[in-house]
């Protein structure tokens, strides 16, 4: 069969408040042209669909359409992530799985419909004459999984609990058929994308808490990886990048399955727009820099010992093109009167930071400077 393998599209992620769903919707589109040139079987979606557990409707919009776009061709399979509500994202299998669709935010796949068949925490996929087993466990907290009924014994670490759940969801593989894991898990030796947020609670997990098998399709870390060659244990990273820190080349995990395993082959995503990092010394190279890199997002880095008024503020955020600001500006008496140096959004970063140990979220920020703006909430 093939294959093809992808994560993490954080359907209606923001970007310094401005939406991503265009760029989303591009992508999507990149990736049925993909799956129908090369007839592919099945499409894996390894968790965090949605960007929130609460998705905007324009994104849960985008998500069913491109599901039934790509269920006229291949089944897929999707299952929540840290940033989905395993609920919400399985609530409407019934309608889904008429469509050749498979969502996942459980174990139960006793009752899912033709061309899958399932039982606890497995489905298989029959496709010309050929059969792959697949275990799945979406997002594995602990509270999660205590939701479901499967408790964890205090006495064992979380890695422990990770493996058992595993090897449970491995008993639907074969000694015949090829076998596929897929989960959304953070692995030790993984290299992140960026720093920009929290890989959800879960601590990292070694390599020996997954099952054998012929493939590990997962899902959690934006750059696309391979964590283990002898094991075939693969992130296929984000959709787009998603953060001014992840330089990381976006992919499609094309999977070809045979008697020998499976081999794997990255398609290069095209979509998206490139986020560009500028430094400016004086407010006409932040201009500069915003005509330069039209169609990009740009982060200006104002190295400048002249703040910015709000008028010239206002000026760079009529670009299309701008996406935030930092004043990077340090001299000795920057120590002494740091805050007329800092952009109001800075302080309130700063604040926030301080008083919680957390980043603020793209959403609570836009609503800190809508506020200092005066504009309606």
């Keep these: 069969m093939k294959i093809i393998h992808t994560s993490d599209w954080h359907l209606g992620k923001r970007l310094e408040g401005k939406s991503r769903l265009p760029e ?59 940033h989905d509500n395993p609920e919400r994202l399985s609530a409407p299998s019934g309608i889904a799985g008429e469509c050749g669709i498979l969502l996942g935010g459980g174990l139960d796949y006793s009752s899912v419909r033709p061309p899958f068949e399932g039982g606890e925490g497995f489905v298989r996929l ?17 509270a999660r999984m ?90 296929s990273g984000s959709l787009l990048r998603y953060s001014f820190d992840d330089t990381s080349d976006k992919f499609f995990s094309l999977l070809q399955t045979s008697p020998a395993g499976v081999s794997v082959q990255q398609i290069p995503v095209q979509s998206g727009k490139r986020l560009v990092t500028a430094t400016a010394t004086d407010f006409d190279a932040c201009i500069a820099a915003l ?53 109001d959004r800075e302080l309130f970063v700063d604040f926030y930071r301080g008083r919680t140990g957390k980043e603020p979220s793209d959403a609570l920020t836009e609503l800190f400077e809508k506020a200092m703006r005066g504009e309606e909430l």
């Design 126 to 142: 029959t496709r010309n004459g050929e059969r792959v087993n697949f275990a799945l466990l979406p997002y594995p907290s602990l």
């Design 24 to 82: 989303q919707e591009q992508a999507l589109d990149e990736l049925l042209a993909r799956v129908t040139e090369l007839h592919a079987d099945a499409v894996i979606v390894a968790g965090d669909v949605f960007d929130t557990v609460n998705p905007p409707a324009e994104a849960e919009s985008l998500f069913y359409s491109a599901c039934l776009k790509l269920g006229g061709i291949c089944p897929v399979i999707a299952i929540a992530g840290n």
């Design 146 to 235: 205590s939701a479901l009924g499967y408790a964890v014994d205090s006495q064992k670490s979380y890695a422990d609990a990770v493996r058992e759940w595993l090897s449970l969801c491995a008993r639907g593989f074969t000694a015949s058929d090829c076998n596929i894991t897929i989960s959304h898990l953070f692995m030790a030796g993984s290299v992140r994308a960026s720093d920009e947020a929290e890989l959800g609670t879960a601590a990292l997990l070694p390599p020996d808490v997954l099952p054998d098998c012929h493939y590990t399709a997962l899902g959690h870390v934006h750059k696309p990886q391979c964590v283990s060659k002898s094991r075939n244990v693969r992130y």
């Design 291 to 343: 005509k330069e890199n039209e169609g990009a997002y740009v982060r200006l880095l104002y190295d400048c010992p002249q703040p910015l008024n709000a008028s010239k503020y206002a000026e760079l955020r009529a670009f299309e093109s701008f996406a935030s600001l930092k004043n990077i500006y340090m001299t000795p008496k920057a120590a002494n009167a740091p805050r007329k140096m800092r952009t």
